[in-house]
T-cell receptor, first 113, second 108 residues
Framework: DTGVSQNPRHKITKRGQNVTFRCDPISEHNRLYWYRQTLGQGPEFLTY????????KSRLLSDRFSAERPKGSFSTLEIQRTEQGDSAMYLC???????????FGSGTRLTVV | GQNIDQPTEMTATEGAIVQINCTYQTSGFNGLFWYQQHAGEAPTFLSY????GLEEKGRFSSFLSRSKGYSYLLLKELQMKDSASYLC?????????FGTGTRLQVFP
């Protein structure tokens, strides 16, 4: 197992375009989390899945954001009609639950121009 | 509400000891984690405390006082490679809530 994999590593997009990121978790981990991190800040929780069920969404997650984990394996995070404020690092993590903590992927850095 | 506070920046000298404090007020608490994050990289797990007291792991130790809502990370024998951000995070029911992180710079 190669850990948590995120693609792409970097994405530059024009304001108003849609973008989609992918996360492949560690195979035996049933929980998958998405976070957003801006420069100088800690990761902010966006949403999480247990298997294929999306169990919680942050109030930070506007209607332009949607996440799926259709077969309980990989997950996608889509941002529609991107805005400059969406520029951030999007981190995915997977877990077996407390107390093991998370294993993070390397993130997808989004720049909206 | 959720509030996790850490100093924004700290500096220290190679070979020294540094203590990074974290205070928290959260609606739930099931444990406290510390992560290290180098610039442009993913956070990596350092330590976990669920009971009061000190957990030691090589050069790194972490302390928890649940009654005071307080934790610290102690780094000994600092090395240049320890220059990074250190994230305090509370396990709240079913997810981690992170503080803003403390950027540590180690100078020769």
């Amino acid at each position: 197992d190669t850990g948590v994999s995120q693609n792409p590593r970097h994405k530059i997009t024009k304001r108003g375009q849609n973008v989609t990121f992918r996360c492949d978790p560690i195979s035996e981990h049933n929980r998958l989390y998405w976070y957003r991190q801006t420069l100088g800040q800690g990761p902010e929780f966006l949403t999480y899945f247990q298997n294929e069920a999306q169990l919680e969404k942050s109030r930070l997650l506007s209607d332009r954001f949607s996440a799926e984990r259709p077969k309980g394996s990989f997950s996608t995070l889509e941002i529609q009609r991107t805005e400059q404020g969406d520029s951030a690092m999007y981190l995915c993590a997977s877990s077996l639950g407390q107390p093991n903590g998370y294993t993070f992927g390397s993130g997808t850095r989004l720049t909206v121009v | 509400g959720q509030n996790i506070d850490q100093p924004t920046e700290m500096t220290a000298t190679e070979g020294a000891i540094v203590q990074i404090n974290c205070t928290y007020q959260t609606s739930g608490f099931n444990g406290l984690f510390w992560y290290q994050q180098h610039a442009g990289e993913a956070p990596t797990f350092l330590s976990y405390n669920v009971l009061d007291g000190l957990e030691e792991k090589g050069r790194f130790s972490s302390f928890l006082s649940r009654s005071k809502g307080y934790s610290y990370l102690l780094l000994k024998e600092l090395q240049m490679k320890d220059s990074a951000s250190y994230l305090c995070a509370v396990w709240n029911t079913d997810k981690l809530i992170f503080g803003t992180g403390t950027r540590l710079q180690v100078f020769p």
